[in-house]
């Protein structure tokens, strides 16, 4: 159990990596890049391929950056000066092209057959007591300053708000919240026990879901539309419920992942390595985004003209942002091989840069803390569905996979047309509005 | 030089390159017209593929079925005009809002495919043609007729837009959205239009497509980046600029595959893209946009 939780930390924390450099480019940016994952496959397969040749593995994941932000400056420098959309359709062709190099040239990257045995960080490394003890201060501190900027941000709400407000809508929007969980939970635990005595047949089992998840979903949304309104701090109140569960979920998982460091193993050390580049990623782009450039980069996003009407090369400033959040991919990259020990290139589909997208919006474009937000809850329910949903759909594996990939695509529409910002972005940016 | 090989390899690129055609026309029209830059519209192609399948599997002949799938991969793209795109439209999005619908669009129609038919190869109950050989080319029957249909349906287009009414409200639109509302034209009905135009082309292509090779889900997909090639090139939002340019795609392509191994085909339309944006990108003949 707490080997698996280790593995799901590690793969969160590689779509978060991941995804801030995507949010990097279209959050903060608004470059449409539709190819991120050639630039995970280009990181990973350099690190890799490199450390095979007994380059240290530090200066091959620098590498294995460094080469994601060449094939940024490469798509860029033919397509940044240009309108938006041609980005999106040349990175979509990159994508495509890189992974059929990772398949045909097998002198270099053994085609479909992969790579595998080569180098893993921390591999051999054996802590006594006080490199564990170690570790898991470092861990705690990452944990300590995680909750505290949550918390500070929390204060931050109720300060602006008045109080007897928020404490009056508080037990309301836990019931709303709280029923909502249980009438989910209700419909998958009936769903379930349809499916295993088979009582319906599988197309009864199918219309029997959408019908109940449909009406819950009409319900809740009449619910939300009727109370809310009169609830002027609602937003207060569910900020903290919203906080006080990541509190206790992050309490536990840090539970967990102080008990995998105590009793060592390579996934444990992986884990928090990758934790601490994500923490130090996070704290330089959010000191890049508050200073002028990151000022410029959002000016270039809103309002092209305006950025360059102030005598800004806007040209330059798009490549930057471009190459850096290549670099960033590629990075994740080298994490996302060590996690599997094993990389082919089925296992860099076009679908990774769909959920990064998905994990950007759904947390709120040009929000790196709503990029975490998102990564976590993609990987919860990407957790959930896996064990869930292969009890109550009446479908196959194959099928399963389909219909999950149908949801993504449906999320990214609903998300875009009614909540463009999705849960931490600012209304007044990224709308609608052209 | 293998001469041979190679005007073998230069008959398959115009087979290829006519269905490029017929989906790049229905991709160039959209992107013009209603500005547009439809991500799903190669798994359009799909979706009027595995209609034709339905109105085969029921036994209807080969021909009717193309007329069935085509109307039907129609009425699926009115009904997401009818959703999305028009109140999308009317909500003036931004240009990088609809490719992000449009991608999320394709990930949804592809995998419902996928989630019907399953991902395995499905072909069209046809009775096996003959290929003729010319000096030693083989002409497949339905490579002929590829060809054959899609000269037709080019110039129906042609006629389309020279002459009918809506043609003209479809390039008047194509040129300047305002100023062709304020002369009266019904945009809501040109939109209608072009998608009538833009998808049935598109599906009579998907099945052209599946005569030719197979049906499959991402038959589509793997041609979105030939057509984006081919639109390009030819100028995004001129018709006959997406035809020439689908043309020299799918010529290039396949005859590139005489240097080049198999699979690197998509290769060569990022190359053709790439060097038309750096050094030409407003495509050879004047686009609209």
């Known amino acids: ?434 | 030089m293998d001469l041979q090989l190679f005007s073998q390899l230069v008959v398959n690129g115009v087979a290829v390159g006519c269905i490029i055609a017929l989906s790049a026309v229905g991709l160039t029209i959209t992107y013009g017209v209603l500005r547009l830059v439809n991500f799903s519209h190669g798994d359009f192609l799909t979706v009027g593929a595995y209609m034709t399948l339905i109105a085969n599997g029921l036994g209807l002949n080969i021909w009717f079925s193309i007329v069935v799938g085509a109307v039907l991969a129609i009425a699926i793209a009115l009904i997401c005009e009818k959703l999305i795109w028009s109140p999308l439209r009317d909500a003036r999005a931004s240009m990088t809002t609809l490719i992000i619908v449009a991608i999320g669009l394709a990930l949804f129609l592809r995998n419902g495919v996928i989630l019907i038919w399953g991902g395995g190869n499905q072909s069209y109950d046809v009775p096996v043609a003959q290929a003729v050989e010319i000096l030693g080319v083989r002409l497949a029957y339905y490579q002929l007729l590829v060809i054959a249909l899609t000269t037709i349906a080019i110039v129906v287009l042609h006629y389309m837009l020279q002459r009918t009414k809506i043609g003209k409200a479809m390039r008047a639109v194509s040129d300047n959205i305002d100023l062709a509302r304020v002369s009266g034209i019904n945009v809501e009905r040109v939109a209608v239009w072009t998608w009538v135009i833009a998808i049935g082309m598109t599906a009579l292509g998907g099945s052209m497509y599946g005569l030719m090779t197979a049906v499959r889900p991402n038959m589509g997909w793997f041609l979105i980046l030939p057509m984006f090639a081919a639109i390009i090139l030819g100028g995004i939002g001129n018709p006959y600029g997406a035809i020439a340019g689908a043309l020299v795609t799918g010529i290039a392509q396949e005859a590139g595959t005489y240097w080049l191994p198999t699979a690197y085909k998509p290769a060569i339309a990022l190359v053709i893209m790439i060097v038309v944006l750096l050094f030409r990108p407003q495509g050879i003949f004047r686009g609209t946009i």
């Open chain 1, 1 to 434: 159990m707490i080997g698996y939780i280790v593995s799901l930390v590690i793969f969160t924390a590689t779509y978060a990596l991941f995804s801030l450099g995507l949010n990097l480019q279209w959050g903060f940016t608004g470059l449409i890049n539709f190819g991120h994952i050639a630039f995970m496959t280009l990181g990973a397969y350099t690190t890799v391929l490199l450390s095979l040749q007994d380059v240290p593995l530090f200066i091959s994941v620098i590498a294995g950056g460094a080469m994601a932000a060449l094939l940024g400056l490469l798509i860029g420098f033919s397509t940044l000066r240009l309108r938006e959309d041609y980005l999106a359709i040349v990175t979509v062709g990159v994508a495509e092209v890189v992974r059929l190099i990772a398949v045909n040239e097998a002198w270099l990257t053994r085609g479909p057959m992969g790579l595998y045995g080569f180098p893993l960080p921390l591999e051999d490394y054996q802590p006594n007591l006080v490199g564990k003890l170690a570790a898991i201060a470092i861990l705690t501190a990452i944990v300590a300053v995680a909750l505290w900027r949550l918390w500070r941000w929390m204060g931050a709400q109720i300060q602006g708000s008045s109080r007897s407000q928020w404490q009056r809508n508080l037990p309301l929007v836990a019931t709303y919240l709280i029923s909502l969980m249980a009438i989910l939970f209700a419909i998958g635990a009936i769903a379930k026990q349809l499916k295993a005595n088979q009582i319906l047949p599988p197309w009864g089992l199918g219309i029997f879901l959408i019908a109940t998840l449909a009406a819950t979903v009409w319900l809740y949304v009449w619910w939300a539309r009727r109370m809310f309104p009169k609830l002027p701090e609602w937003h207060v109140s569910s900020a903290l419920i919203g906080s006080v569960g990541v509190t206790a979920f992050g309490l536990w998982v840090y539970g967990c992942g102080a008990v995998a460091l105590y009793n060592y193993s390579y996934k444990a050390g992986l884990m928090l390595l990758l934790l601490v580049v994500l923490t130090l990623t996070f704290w330089f782009l959010e000191r890049m985004l508050a200073s002028p450039w990151g000022r410029i980069l959002k000016a270039i996003r809103e309002d092209e003209e305006v950025a360059r009407a102030l005598g800004k090369n806007v040209f330059w400033y798009k490549l930057q942002s471009f190459m850096l959040g290549g670099a960033i991919a590629g990075i994740a990259g080298a994490f996302y091989a060590w996690q599997l020990t094993f990389i082919n290139p089925d296992g860099f589909t076009t679908l990774i840069t769909f959920q990064a997208w998905t994990i950007v919006i759904l947390g709120g474009a040009g929000n790196n803390v709503g990029t975490l937000l998102g990564a976590t809850i993609f990987w919860a329910y990407n957790t959930a569905t896996r064990f869930i949903l292969k009890d109550i759909i009446p479908l196959d594996d194959a099928r399963l996979g389909a219909f999950r990939l149908m949801v993504i695509g449906l999320l990214l529409i609903i998300l875009i047309i009614w909540r463009p910002q999705g849960i931490l972005g600012k209304k007044e940016e990224l709308t609608l509005g052209g």
